[in-house]
């Protein structure tokens, strides 16, 4: 059940290029699923607007998350310190769908691996296919990854680091090698896209995480609403998590 917490920041330090892993310590115990995210507000009357950030990790009363600075809020987030509290609702939106004993590929890109993290945790039989700009990126997130799941591939950009090119490209080899039973996918739109019209050919269950501007993040102000083929669907009560064939790309 979604409540307000109270949490204060353990840590909040770069982890590699513009992307921060905040780890907050919270007032009370939370229960989520992976896939589910947060609202966080920031401590600051300029910012009347909670931000939405997926779960990384949950471990009792310890929330991980990722963040990259893309405007005023997150460059503001980026510079609170230890001790600093805050207050989020949590956990919100619906979670992916792992079931126990499925042979599970997770694709993610950028600080979309973020939320892949706790999927991977969550599950005991998973790949993940990881793409990143540059090495430094990749290897950060294959760094993270590491002792919760069976086997990685890695794509960058430029080639600095596994096979050159998108995760997309990659993908068909990767899903010859196993009979994968469901696909988890969170990234870029068209990232996503391109993974889903993948996934659908060889018939295998794939869920994707959708991103949306979010206002309220509770279904009330309709900021979020995305096109499905069962009509208007909001991203922050109806997802973050669906199936990758309902979406209207």
């Known amino acids: 059940m979604k409540k307000i917490y109270n949490a204060r920041i353990v840590s909040n330090l770069r982890a590699v290029d513009n992307i921060f ?38 471990n009792g009363d310890r929330l991980t998350m990722f963040y990259r600075i893309v405007g005023r809020g997150t460059q503001f987030l980026s510079t609170l310190d230890e001790g600093t509290a805050l207050d ?21 890109g950028g600080v979309g691996l973020a939320p892949l993290l706790y999927s991977a945790r969550s599950s005991n039989d998973a790949d993940i296919l990881i793409g990143g700009k540059t090495a430094s990126e990749a290897e950060f997130w294959s760094r993270e990854f590491d002792g919760l799941i069976d086997k990685k591939f890695i794509t960058t950009d430029d080639g600095s680091a596994g096979v050159k090119g998108f995760v997309s490209d990659l993908l068909p080899e990767v899903l010859s090698k196993k009979n994968y039973e469901a696909v988890l996918v969170c990234g870029p739109p068209i990232m ?19 991103e949306s501007r979010m206002a309220c993040g509770l279904g009330a102000c309709l900021s979020c609403s995305i096109d499905t083929v069962d009509g208007r669907k909001k991203v922050c009560k109806d997802g973050p998590i669906f199936d990758a064939t309902k979406i209207i790309w």
Not at 89 to 108: H, Q, R, T, Y
Not at 192 to 210: D, F, G, H, P
């Open 88 to 108: 989020l609702i949590a956990p919100l939106g619906n979670g992916f769908s792992i079931v126990d004993g499925e042979k599970i590929l997770l694709v993610g």
């Open 192 to 210: 996503m896209k391109n993974v889903a019209a993948l996934v659908a050919q060889k018939n295998i269950r794939c869920e994707v995480s959708m």
């Open 21 to 58: 892993k905040l780890v907050v310590e919270i007032d009370g115990h939370v229960s989520a699923r992976p896939g589910q995210f947060v609202q966080l507000k920031l401590p600051s009357e300029e910012f009347t607007l909670r931000r939405p950030l997926g779960i990384a990790d949950l």
